[in-house]
């Protein structure tokens, strides 16, 4: 899937999520990671939903975004409210949706101007 959004020099944007690849303005990454409009912690380390835990969501807190869009892999699964529960102590949304879809709608909130963070599960990380 490709996505096409201009964007400000400096910003990062979600280029595609093809074959296991996100591309990230010109770099392409095979793993889990978070994307933040001006931030970028690659890899992450879960590499399926059933691997996150409250230490990877502590690691997303702390980039401080407004909002999470939580790419669970191919297909859309909920995490343990317990596992999440740390964003929502901190005032921070949750949106959960697949990883294609997350990839998708970071580009269209990110250009908005909004602190979201996409904390991607790349379902097929090595």
Known sequence: MKLHLANPDGVNAIR?????????NAQSYD?????????????WEPRSLSDLNE???????????????LGTGTTLRFPAPAVTRALAESAIGLEVM???AACRTYNIIM???????????????P
């Open 98 to 100: 697949d990883t294609a």
């Open 31 to 43: 793993c889990s990671l978070i994307v933040l409009p001006h931030a970028l912690k690659q890899p």
């Open 16 to 24: 595609s999520f093809s074959g296991g690849q996100i591309r990230v």
């Open 55 to 69: 230490a990877h969501v502590a690691e997303i807190i702390a980039l401080d975004p407004e909002l999470v869009l």
């Open 111 to 125: 250009a908005e101007g909004r602190t979201v963070a996409a904390a991607l599960i790349n379902p097929v990380t």
